[in-house]
């Protein structure tokens, strides 16, 4: 059953996370509930810390129908951008 879904870009900061730089909203899965999302962000967005290395990650959040949603965080990957 095909379902909605978003993916968010994040900065991960000590005390608290960023906005999101990139997202993409609303989405939706194919039949098998599988899915793919790909878009380029650029560096000066991926760029959440004004000194120093900068950390981000994505969340991709489905929102299945008739059921709370389901929240998968990825990795955190670190550059200067």
């Not at 978003?6 to 990139?22: A, N, Y």
């Not at 990650?57 to 008739?66: C, R």
């Amino acid at each position: 059953m095909a379902t909605t879904y978003s993916v968010k870009i994040l900065g991960e900061d000590g005390w608290f996370d960023d906005t999101p730089v990139c997202d993409a909203w609303p989405l939706t899965t194919d039949a098998n509930g599988n899915y793919w999302h790909q878009w380029t962000c650029t560096g000066a967005l991926l760029n959440e810390d004004w000194e120093g290395q900068d950390e981000n990650y994505a969340k991709l959040t489905v929102f299945p129908s008739g059921a709370k949603s389901h929240v998968v965080r990825s990795n955190t990957v670190k550059g200067y951008y």
